[in-house]
């Protein structure tokens, strides 16, 4: 069976999906257009990481038999031109909770404590930078807020109630046995000291965070999002972090992927990024590639797909 893996492979991961059984696994990076166009015609399998998933690029694999997604989001993926050709689309929650919920904690310390910056300075030869200091505040004993309540939050809620937090957070009904407290949307942002995100993006999620959303935050808080550039009206936030309205970000994703260069993002000293890794972890890649190699294994035999979305 010959799959596609729709992005780039270092030695490591290379070397792991080689030894994947059973499969012909081609790695062909997001940017490399004439290779993918190479492979289309005879794939039976696509791996999908972040790259958008089109109608054309679909059409162009008469053999396609499944599209499955590495990770969770599906909305890169045009599922109304898989469902009509029959191709079913599924996805692998939870295989990667662990490793965003460990990056999520690391931007709201990196944002907090201004590590970043302070790395900077101290390979520029400056030890002592008073003014850097100033303000630097402690994630024990702030409330942070989630939104959304699912397998990532659930994982980063008892990490950082053992660091001190309180913690609150956001779906649309109170979850039953959890420990934390639920809030509507609005009082959430109100009341929390780091607002992280962990919600799909949906067309009634898309720019959930604009100016209203960001003026109902304190001028002291803090915003993490390792979930969907798209949950933020960018311009807006720039505008809040510019103008002290908000303190600080971490920001994983971003409107636009690969974020241009010149980004007016880019040039706040009191932003932190990455470049949507927050899932990227040989934990992540082990779990995803087992399920993944099942469900091709399922789709040869006819069985059930594990985690069908359509």
């Not at 059973?22 to 492979?39: F, S, V």
């Not at 039953?176 to 919600?199: F, G, I, M, N, Q």
Request: charged share 20%.
């Amino acid at each position: 069976m010959k799959v596609v893996y729709q992005s780039a492979a270092g030695p490591d991961l290379a070397a792991r999906l080689a030894a994947i059984p059973g499969l012909d696994i081609t790695a062909c990076p997001e940017e490399d257009a004439a290779r993918l166009d190479r492979l289309l015609p005879d794939c039976d399998v696509i791996w999908h990481v972040l790259k958008p998933l089109t109608a054309e690029m679909i059409a162009r694999a008469p053999r396609l038999r499944l599209i499955q997604k590495i990770g969770v989001g599906v909305n890169t993926i045009d599922l109304e031109a898989a469902k009509a050709r029959g191709i079913p689309v599924c996805n692998l929650p939870g295989t990667n909770a662990r490793a965003v919920a460990e990056l999520a904690l690391s931007l709201m310390l990196a944002a907090m404590r201004r590590i970043p910056r302070f790395d900077a300075e101290l390979r520029r030869g400056v030890w002592t930078n008073p003014a850097l200091q100033d303000g630097i505040g402690e994630l024990g004993g702030k409330t942070v807020g989630l939104v959304g309540y699912g397998a990532i939050p659930r994982m980063l809620a008892p990490v950082l109630r053992a660091l001190g937090c309180r913690v609150i957070y956001y779906a649309r009904h109170p979850v039953a046995d959890s420990p934390d407290t639920w809030r509507p949307l609005k009082a959430l942002l109100a009341e929390a000291d780091v607002v992280s995100l962990h919600v799909p993006l949906t067309a009634e999620t898309e720019r959930m965070i604009d100016t209203a959303a960001l003026s109902r935050m304190k001028p002291t808080s803090v915003l993490v999002n390792t979930a969907r550039g798209g949950l933020v009206d960018q311009a807006a936030l720039i505008a809040a972090l510019r103008e002290g309205r908000l303190a600080a970000a971490g920001l994983d994703v971003f409107a636009c992927e690969p974020i241009p260069p010149g980004d007016p993002l880019l040039a706040l000293e009191n932003v932190v990024v990455t470049p949507h890794v927050a899932w990227v972890t040989t934990g992540t890649f082990d779990r995803s590639f087992a399920l993944a190699a099942e469900n091709c294994r399922r789709i040869a035999a006819g069985e059930e797909l594990l985690h069908r979305v359509v």
